[in-house]
């Protein structure tokens, strides 16, 4: 397909994806966004149009020709995913990232267990909610939260990328290697993701069928 081509088509996507707006929310990746414009593009207003939209970012993602165009494509998705549409949520979830940040994970946790029960189907509540589980040393749990994330949506990188970083962990070599191939399947550039496969490619076969 020419350059030019794919160019051309991922454009709209990215504009549509950097307008959304992330203050408060604390990560490098997503402190940067382009200003509204009225006349500009507007964000999907349906689940429908969202999935549409998420679709050929991961079309575009699982294609991507280097690193820094898979990195501007992840971005984007990013900022769907934050995309709530509901501005209880962007404040619950804005609340509990600050919390997050001073380390008072017990008041995030509670944010965010009402985060997922008002919007079960917002899949960052639950890929934020697992980080928390995370850092209380709540392994299960944030198992558990991962794998709802992913039932939601199979092709979040940073849940696959949480998934097998966790079972590496814990000793689960083989579902850990599945974990990372599918995050290369998604994400061809995400950081580590091949070193862990070669890895534990190596540790697995050492163990034998």
Do not use: C
């Not at 959304?20 to 429908?48: D, E, F, I, M």
Request: hydrophobic share 45%; no cysteine; aromatic share 6%.
């Amino acid at each position: 397909m020419p350059t030019n081509y794919v160019r051309k088509s991922l454009a709209p996507l990215l504009a549509l994806a950097l307008m959304v707006p992330v203050a408060g929310l604390g990560a490098s990746a997503l402190a940067q966004h382009a200003p509204r414009s009225a006349a500009g593009p507007s964000l999907p207003k349906t689940p429908a149009e969202r999935e549409k939209m998420l679709s050929d970012l991961y079309a575009h993602l699982a294609t991507s020709g280097d690193e820094d165009s898979a990195k501007a494509v992840a971005e984007a998705i990013e900022r769907v995913w934050l995309n709530s549409g509901s501005d209880t949520i962007d404040v619950l979830m804005e609340r509990s990232m600050k919390a997050v940040g001073d380390k008072n994970y017990d008041f995030a946790l509670k944010l965010l267990d009402h985060v997922v029960a008002l919007a079960p189907d917002y899949t960052e509540g639950w890929n934020r909610r697992a980080y928390v589980h995370y850092m209380k040393s709540e392994v299960d749990l944030a198992l558990g939260d991962l794998r709802r994330t992913l039932a939601l949506d199979p092709n979040h990188f940073k849940a696959l990328d949480g998934l097998g970083q966790i079972l590496r962990e814990i000793g689960q070599k083989r579902p850990a290697l599945k974990a990372f191939k599918q995050l290369l399947d998604v994400h061809p550039y995400w950081s580590g993701a091949q070193d862990a496969v070669d890895e534990l490619e190596r540790e697995v076969e050492g163990q034998g069928i």
